[in-house]
């Protein structure tokens, strides 16, 4: 069965600084990759998508992600942090062999910024 | 279009009773998927529909819970017999035939005391 793993459950970082969130999957084949972040009590807001192509991608808020093959991992960095990147990140997957896309997600990541 | 809606934001509710949530999906997507979420997890999918046929179920999705999406359009989750372990947020999520991506609606928070 297809999972995520999101080692880090909670990472601080001053304002200001870099941040790199770390993501890992399992699955037969590369599934489609996707960052979400959630503020308390919100919904999920799409960050940014790999499907195909170009291994960096950008996203929303100045994140990017780096899909990296050989290490089934899915990173999400950006380059200096704004208090308002304070929430719950999560990391995700959709199988890409059609049919509907049943999401699994990772357990998440809450970044706390500090002055 | 507005997003994905859902209804009501929050529901308090005593063990043992019924709960309804209503989910209105972006108006043309097909596809929309009920997930929960508890404390300190990621989001876990539950039922799945295309237009008005529900294609998958969740082990999570017990007996007391049931989904419906009558018209193709809104959709509802009722939870019988709420338990306390049900206390989560229930989020909607909607998506196109065509598209890989899914819209998530602000969530359900449903608290049994």
């Known amino acids: 069965a297809q999972s995520v793993t999101q080692p880090d459950i909670h990472i601080t970082v001053s304002e200001g600084a870099s941040l790199e969130l770390r993501c890992n999957y399992s699955?037969?084949?590369?599934?489609?990759l996707f960052w979400y972040v959630q503020s308390p009590g919100q919904g999920l807001q799409l960050l940014l998508k790999?499907?195909?192509?170009?291994?960096l991608v950008q996203g929303i808020k100045g994140f990017e992600a780096e899909f990296k093959r050989s290490q089934s991992s899915f990173n999400l960095r950006k380059p200096s942090v704004h208090w308002s990147d304070a929430a719950e990140y999560f990391c995700?997957?959709?199988?890409?062999?059609?049919?509907?896309?049943?999401?699994?997600f990772g357990t998440g990541t809450k970044l706390q910024v500090i002055p | 279009d507005t997003g994905v809606s859902q209804d009501p934001r929050h529901k308090i509710t005593k063990r043992g009773q019924n709960v309804t949530f209503r989910c209105d999906p972006i108006?043309?997507?097909?596809?929309l998927y009920w997930y929960r979420q508890t404390l300190g997890q990621g989001p876990e999918f539950l039922t799945y529909?295309?237009?008005?046929?529900?294609?998958?179920k969740s082990r999570l999705l017990s007996d007391r819970f049931s989904a419906e999406r009558p018209k193709g359009s809104f959709s509802t989750l009722e939870i019988q017999r709420t338990e306390q372990g049900d206390s989560a947020m229930y989020l909607c999520?909607?998506?196109?035939?065509?598209?890989?991506?899914?819209?998530f609606g602000p969530g359900t928070r449903l608290t049994v005391l």
């Open positions: 999520a909607s998506s196109s035939l065509w598209e890989n991506e899914q819209f």
């Open positions: 699955y037969g084949a590369t599934p489609y």
């Open positions: 790999y499907f195909s192509g170009d291994t």
């Open positions: 995700a997957v959709v199988p890409s062999s059609g049919g509907y896309q049943k999401v699994t």
């Open positions: 108006s043309e997507h097909n596809r």
């Open positions: 529909f295309q237009n008005e046929a529900q294609l998958e």
